[in-house]
C-alpha cells in the first residue's frame, strides 16, 4: 500500500525540508530570497549547499547537476561528483555555495542562433532558487537559468522569468488602481494537460520511423480506428495500469502533483493531468514528466510518444495549458466577484486578455509552432491555426452589452455600467466548453489548446505573461493619469472590447465556413512554422519584447534563426528515413512477395507450366504497378529535397520543404501505403498501425 502523503516530495529539497535542516536565521534569510527576490549571501549559500549535499546523499545521490533548458526544447545536465581527493589519497564529500549558485557548462554545442562563434564555449547556470532541487537516479538536480558569457539568455527559463516579473509589475500596477495595496505580487499558474501514446517496446524497435523521427511515416489505415468512440476514458489495460501506477509514484516523490490519468479519444492514447502550479515551477515540473515518463514505460517493456502525431488518420497529441493570475492573497484576477468593484476588476483584466490575443495572435501561433504541431493543428481534432478566443454565452452576452450599450438580459431596464451595477453571477460552468476554441475561458482560467505534446510550456507562457503585462502596461499607464477612474474604466473596456471583439468566436473552429469569416475579420491564418515565423521580428513585436525587458533584439534574431534550423533539420531527417525505408525496407518486401506469388501462380502439373490464375495475374500486376509507381515517387522526393536543401537561407529551405517537399512526401507516403494491405503477413516489411496500436 503505497502511502501517498508520506511519498510526495520525497526527492524534493522543499520548503518543509530546508526548514527541518538548516539553522533559523539561514532558513530566515533563504526565505527572503525566495519570497521577495533579495540576492543570496555566499554565507547562507555555503550552509544551503552543506544541509542540501547532507540530504541528497542521504537519498543515494553521489553527484550533482545545473539542470537547464537549454533552446534545444529539452533539458540539460552535467553531472560533478561531490568527492574531493584529500593528501592521504582518501576523499571527502563536499559541496559549496559557489557551486550550488553558479556552474559552467560548455555552451558551445547548444543552439544560439549565429550569435557566437562555436569556439566561444563560456556559458553560465545560475540557480533559480524559487524551485526546488530534487535527487534523480544518484544525482541532486538543481534548476538553473542558463546565460552566454556576455550575458543574454540561452535558454527557456530566463526570458519565462523575465515575463513573470513584467506582468507582475504591471498587475500590481492595476490592483494599486482599485485599492488593493496589500497583495506583495501577483504571479501566473498553469496546469498543462499532457497527451501521449502508448506503444509495445518491441515494435517500436522494429519501426525505424519511430526510432528516427517518433513518428510514422507510412502506415495503412487500420480496419478499426477510433470511429467507435470506444477508447475515451475506456477502461485501461492491464499494462498501463502498472505503467500509469508507477508513473504517478515517480512523479509524487518529485513533488509533481499527478492528478489524472485516462485513455485518451485515439486508440493508445492517454492523458495526465496535474494540479496547476506557479508558472515556472510548472515549466520545470512538465519537463521533468515528460521525461519520466519515457523512462518508466521502458521499465515496462513499452515506449512512449510525446510527438503531436504519431500516427496519421488518427487525433494528435496536445498539451492543454491552463492559464490563470493570482495574487499573493490568493485571489484569481480571472475569476468574476461578487461585488461592484471586484467585476470591475475582473472585466479589466479580461479585457486586456482579448486585447493581447488579438494583437498579438502572430506571437502565440508562433509560440506553439513546430514541425511536428503542423500536422495538427487544423486537422479536425485540434483547435484550428486560426487563433480565437471562446468566452462562453453568459459572458459574451455581458461583454456584448457592455460593447453595445444595450441592457444585459438580467438587467432589463438599464444599460450597464461599470463600477456601479452588480453583474449577475457568472458561474465557473456556466456554458459547454468549445474543445475547437484555442483560447478558451473556462470558469476562472483560460485553456490555450494549440501547445503541442512535445513542446516546452516555457516557450507559449513567456508569449502568454509577455502580451498580457504589456496590454496591462497601456491600461495603467491610461489610467493612472484619469480624473475620473469610474468613467475612464468604463471608457476603456467598452472601447477596447469593441475594437478587438473580432477575437471573440464561440462557434465551431472545425467548420470550413470559419476559415472564411476569419478572414473577413483580417484574423490570421498561418498554417505552418514558416509562414508563422515570417511574423516574429515584426517591428510591433520586437518593441514589446524589448520595452519589457523579455527578449534583447539579438536574442530574438537568434530564436527566429534557431526555430527555422530546427525545423529544417527535423524535415531533413524525416525525409532522410523515408527514402532510406522505400530502399531497405517496402521495396524489398514487396519484391520477395511478388516473387512468392510468381513461383505459387505457376502450375507445374499443367500442360502449359507457365500459366497462372486470373486473380494472381492481376494481383502481381498491381504489385509491379505500385512497385514502380513508389520508386518514381521516391526519385522525385529525393530530387526536391535535395532542391531545398540548397535553396539558400533557413527561411528559404523551409519554405521550399512546404512548397515542394512535403507534397512529395505525401504522395511517396499514398503509394507505399496502397501497398502494405496488398502484402502477406509475414512479408511485411515493419509493424502495422494494427500491430502498434492494439498490442498492448
Given at each position: 500500500m503505497v502511502n501517498v502523503p508520506e511519498l510526495f516530495g520525497s526527492l524534493v529539497?522543499?520548503?518543509?525540508?530546508?526548514?527541518?535542516?538548516?539553522?533559523?536565521?539561514?532558513?530566515?534569510?533563504?526565505?527572503?530570497?525566495?519570497?521577495?527576490?533579495?540576492?543570496?549571501?555566499?554565507?547562507?549559500?555555503?550552509?544551503?549547499?552543506?544541509?542540501?549535499?547532507?540530504w541528497a546523499i542521504e537519498k543515494g545521490a553521489t553527484h550533482f547537476t545545473h539542470w537547464f533548458q537549454p533552446l534545444t526544447g529539452i533539458t540539460a545536465e552535467k553531472h560533478?561528483?561531490?568527492?574531493?581527493?584529500?593528501?592521504?589519497?582518501?576523499?571527502?564529500?563536499?559541496?559549496?555555495?559557489?557551486?550550488?549558485?553558479?556552474?559552467?557548462?560548455?555552451?558551445?554545442?547548444?543552439?544560439?542562433?549565429?550569435?557566437?562563434?562555436?569556439?566561444?564555449?563560456?556559458g553560465y547556470t545560475v540557480w533559480d532558487p524559487t524551485a526546488y532541487p530534487f535527487v534523480k537516479e544518484h544525482t541532486l538536480c538543481i534548476p538553473t537559468a542558463f546565460c552566454s558569457y556576455t550575458g543574454e539568455a540561452l535558454d527557456k527559463k530566463t526570458p519565462l522569468l523575465r515575463s513573470m516579473e513584467a506582468l507582475n509589475k504591471q498587475a500590481l500596477r492595476i490592483l494599486r488602481l482599485f485599492g488593493n495595496n496589500t497583495a506583495t505580487h501577483v504571479a501566473t499558474t498553469v496546469g498543462p494537460e499532457q497527451e501521449y501514446f502508448i506503444v509495445d517496446e518491441k515494435l517500436y524497435n522494429q519501426r525505424k520511423d519511430l526510432r528516427m523521427t517518433?513518428?510514422?511515416?507510412?502506415?495503412?489505415?487500420?480496419?478499426?480506428?477510433?470511429?467507435?468512440?470506444?477508447?475515451?476514458?475506456?477502461?485501461?489495460?492491464?499494462?498501463?495500469?502498472?505503467?500509469?501506477?508507477?508513473?504517478?509514484?515517480?512523479?509524487?516523490?518529485?513533488?509533481?502533483?499527478?492528478?489524472?490519468?485516462?485513455?485518451?479519444?485515439?486508440?493508445?492514447?492517454h492523458e495526465m493531468a496535474p494540479i496547476f502550479s506557479t508558472t515556472n515551477l510548472s515549466a520545470d515540473q512538465n519537463q521533468l514528466t515528460m521525461e519520466v515518463m519515457k523512462k518508466v514505460a521502458r521499465r515496462h517493456g513499452l515506449v512512449c510518444l510525446l510527438h503531436e502525431k504519431p500516427f496519421a488518420g488518427l487525433n494528435g497529441s496536445g498539451k492543454h495549458n491552463n492559464w490563470s493570475m493570482s495574487t499573493s492573497e490568493g485571489e484569481n484576477l480571472l475569476e468574476p466577484g461578487a461585488t461592484p468593484e471586484k467585476n470591475?476588476?475582473?472585466?479589466?483584466?479580461?479585457?486586456?486578455?482579448?486585447?493581447?490575443?488579438?494583437?498579438?495572435?502572430?506571437?502565440?501561433?508562433?509560440?506553439?509552432?513546430?514541425?511536428?504541431?503542423?500536422?495538427?493543428?487544423?486537422?479536425?481534432?485540434?483547435?484550428?491555426?486560426?487563433?480565437?478566443?471562446?468566452?462562453?454565452?453568459?459572458?459574451?452576452?455581458?461583454?456584448?452589452?457592455?460593447?453595445?450599450?444595450?441592457?444585459?438580459?438580467n438587467k432589463k431596464n438599464s444599460k450597464m455600467t461599470i463600477g456601479a451595477d452588480v453583474l449577475p453571477p457568472i458561474p465557473k460552468d456556466s456554458t459547454d466548453r468549445n474543445r475547437t476554441s484555442p483560447f478558451a475561458f473556462t470558469g476562472n482560467k483560460f485553456e490555450f489548446r494549440s501547445v503541442g505534446s512535445s513542446l516546452s510550456i516555457s516557450g507559449p507562457n513567456t508569449t502568454l505573461d509577455s502580451i498580457v503585462a504589456y496590454v496591462l502596461k497601456q491600461f495603467a499607464d491610461e489610467l493612472e493619469?484619469?480624473?475620473?477612474?469610474?468613467?475612464?474604466?468604463?471608457?476603456?473596456?467598452?472601447?477596447?472590447?469593441?475594437?478587438?471583439?473580432?477575437?471573440?468566436?464561440?462557434?465551431?473552429?472545425?467548420?470550413a465556413s470559419w476559415v472564411q469569416e476569419a478572414e473577413k475579420r483580417g484574423l490570421m491564418n498561418l498554417r505552418t512554422l514558416p509562414d508563422a515565423m515570417e511574423h516574429y521580428l515584426d517591428p510591433?513585436?520586437?518593441?514589446?519584447?524589448?520595452?519589457?525587458?523579455?527578449?534583447?533584439?539579438?536574442?530574438?534574431?537568434s530564436?527566429?534563426?534557431?526555430?527555422?534550423?530546427?525545423?529544417?533539420?527535423?524535415?531533413?531527417?524525416?525525409?532522410?528515413?523515408?527514402?532510406?525505408?522505400?530502399?531497405?525496407?517496402?521495396?524489398?518486401?514487396?519484391?520477395?512477395?511478388?516473387?512468392?506469388?510468381?513461383?505459387?501462380?505457376?502450375?507445374?502439373?499443367?500442360?502449359?507450366?507457365?500459366?497462372?490464375?486470373?486473380?494472381?495475374?492481376?494481383?502481381?500486376?498491381k504489385l509491379d504497378g505500385l512497385a514502380n509507381e513508389l520508386v518514381e515517387k521516391a526519385e522525385v522526393l529525393s530530387r526536391r529535397h535535395l532542391e531545398a536543401k540548397e535553396a539558400g537561407d533557413y527561411i528559404a529551405v523551409a519554405r521550399a520543404y512546404v512548397d515542394s517537399v512535403i507534397p512529395a512526401m505525401t504522395e511517396t507516403r499514398a503509394v507505399a501505403d496502397q501497398l502494405e494491405p496488398l502484402l502477406g503477413e509475414e512479408y511485411k516489411p515493419f509493424p502495422s498501425y494494427e500491430d502498434l496500436l492494439f498490442r498492448i
Open positions: 529539497f522543499n520548503q518543509k525540508v530546508m526548514q527541518e535542516r538548516l539553522p533559523k536565521e539561514t532558513f530566515k534569510a533563504l526565505k527572503k530570497t525566495l519570497d521577495d527576490g533579495e540576492p543570496l549571501r555566499l554565507d547562507v549559500a555555503n550552509q544551503v549547499a552543506h544541509a542540501m549535499k547532507e560533478d561528483s561531490f568527492i574531493t581527493p584529500q593528501d592521504d589519497g582518501t576523499v571527502i564529500m563536499t559541496f559549496s555555495g559557489k557551486e550550488l549558485v553558479k556552474g559552467e557548462p560548455d555552451a558551445s554545442s547548444f543552439p544560439s542562433g549565429g550569435r557566437r562563434a562555436t569556439f566561444e564555449a563560456r517518433g513518428r510514422t511515416l507510412f502506415g495503412a489505415k487500420p480496419s478499426k480506428g477510433q470511429e467507435m468512440d470506444d477508447q475515451y476514458f475506456a477502461a485501461l489495460k492491464p499494462r498501463i495500469v502498472e505503467f500509469m501506477e508507477d508513473l504517478n509514484n515517480t512523479l509524487w516523490k518529485y513533488g509533481i502533483l499527478s492528478k489524472t490519468e485516462h485513455n485518451e479519444v485515439a486508440p493508445a492514447q470591475a476588476q475582473f472585466l479589466l483584466f479580461l479585457t486586456a486578455v482579448i486585447k493581447a490575443v488579438d494583437e498579438y495572435q502572430d506571437l502565440l501561433r508562433i509560440s506553439v509552432a513546430s514541425a511536428g504541431n503542423d500536422h495538427r493543428l487544423g486537422a479536425n481534432e485540434a483547435p484550428p491555426a486560426i487563433i480565437s478566443m471562446y468566452l462562453g454565452d453568459e459572458l459574451h452576452a455581458v461583454l456584448e452589452s457592455i460593447k453595445n450599450g444595450t441592457p444585459y438580459d493619469g484619469a480624473k475620473d477612474f469610474s468613467s475612464a474604466l468604463q471608457t476603456l473596456i467598452k472601447r477596447e472590447i469593441t475594437a478587438h471583439w473580432r477575437i471573440v468566436f464561440n462557434g465551431n473552429g472545425y467548420d510591433k513585436n520586437v518593441k514589446l519584447f524589448t520595452e519589457l525587458g523579455v527578449y534583447t533584439e539579438v536574442e530574438m534574431q530564436h527566429h534563426e534557431i526555430k527555422l534550423e530546427k525545423y529544417c533539420q527535423i524535415l531533413n531527417i524525416e525525409v532522410e528515413t523515408m527514402l532510406e525505408m522505400v530502399n531497405k525496407d517496402i521495396l524489398p518486401s514487396v519484391f520477395k512477395y511478388i516473387n512468392a506469388v510468381s513461383n505459387t501462380a505457376i502450375n507445374l502439373n499443367a500442360v502449359v507450366p507457365t500459366a497462372k490464375c486470373t486473380a494472381e495475374t492481376a494481383l502481381l500486376a
